[in-house]
């Protein structure tokens, strides 16, 4: 199998820093590079704009998360490790949910292998996009 880069959505979860540490190896084992893709739920997005969460704070949280993961990454492997961030839904676009998202984004980079955090039952974007991602990904998908 040629994989040269491994998408990893997170959210900032105990489950997806799990599923952040199998994507981290699986690119060391293929010698491959990371994409971290932090999906933003669609209540946080909803609480930051009424004023009931703290932007600064919420981003401080996922800068410290990134960080954690990105120094894991540099020490297993030497690969190019890269970030970026979604919104989980659209209030203009019905079909953006956060499955949709995570493939989107696996297409835009380019992604060979995804590593999606699982959890029954999760009121957590990633976690519902599981399911989605393992039905309609082209890429194979490991859940965790």
Do not use: C, K
Not at 2 to 16: E, R, T, Y
Not at 32 to 49: K, Q
Not at 82 to 92: G, I
Not at 98 to 125: C, K, M, Q, T, W
Request: aromatic share 6%.
């Amino acid at each position: 199998m040629d994989i040269d880069l491994v998408l990893a959505p997170v959210d900032g979860s105990d489950q997806s820093e799990r599923a952040a540490e199998y994507a981290i190896a699986v690119a060391e084992r293929y010698d491959a590079d990371l994409h971290l893709l932090f999906v933003i739920d669609e209540r946080l997005h909803r609480d930051i704009d009424s004023g009931n969460v703290s932007a600064t704070a919420i981003a401080e949280e996922h800068r410290a998360f990134t960080e954690s993961i990105r120094e894991r990454f540099r020490d297993a492997h030497d690969g190019a490790f890269e970030t970026s961030s979604a919104t989980a839904f659209s209030e203009t676009r019905l079909m953006q949910t956060p499955g949709s998202v995570v493939l989107d984004v696996a297409e835009d980079v380019n992604a060979d292998f995804i590593v999606v955090p699982r959890e029954d039952e999760s009121e957590e974007a990633v976690g519902r996009a599981a399911t989605y991602v393992i039905e309609y990904a082209s890429q194979p998908v490991l859940t965790v």
